[in-house]
């Protein structure tokens, strides 16, 4: 069974730094893209940073760009986010996610970071 496992988040104050990692648990083929959506509390999940796996390309939300860093390790089957600057307004559950080319969709369990004022 295929899991994804999320590690690092946590509470830091505003202007801190954290790094989550979502290490792919099992055998999956075909991934198309990994990436690390949020959820406020109270609000819609929305994506953060997502990387194809095919070339290498990344997009960001508007409001973390420039801030948040989306990077993949091919060989660990792993992807990380690298969140620097952090605000209030970061504050979430980040849920990592992983896309086959075949239409299978993976959820991560979800990590809580909070940002601190």
């Known amino acids: 069974q295929v899991q994804l496992v999320e590690s690092g988040g946590g509470l830091v104050q505003a202007g801190g730094s954290l790094r989550l990692s979502c290490a792919v648990s099992?055998?999956?083929?075909?991934?198309?893209?990994m990436g690390w959506f949020r959820q406020a509390s109270g609000k819609q999940r929305e994506l953060v940073a997502r990387?194809?796996?095919?070339?290498?390309?990344?997009n960001y939300a508007d409001s973390v760009k420039g801030r948040f860093t989306i990077l993949r390790d091919s060989a660990k089957n792993t992807v990380y986010l690298q969140m620097n600057s952090l605000k209030p307004e970061d504050t979430a559950v980040y849920y990592c996610?992983?896309?086959?080319?075949?239409?299978?969709?993976?959820w991560g369990q979800g990590t809580q970071v909070t940002v601190s004022s």
């Open positions: 099992g055998s999956i083929f075909s991934i198309n893209t």
């Open positions: 990387i194809v796996t095919d070339g290498g390309s990344t």
């Open positions: 996610n992983v896309a086959t080319k075949y239409g299978i969709v993976l």
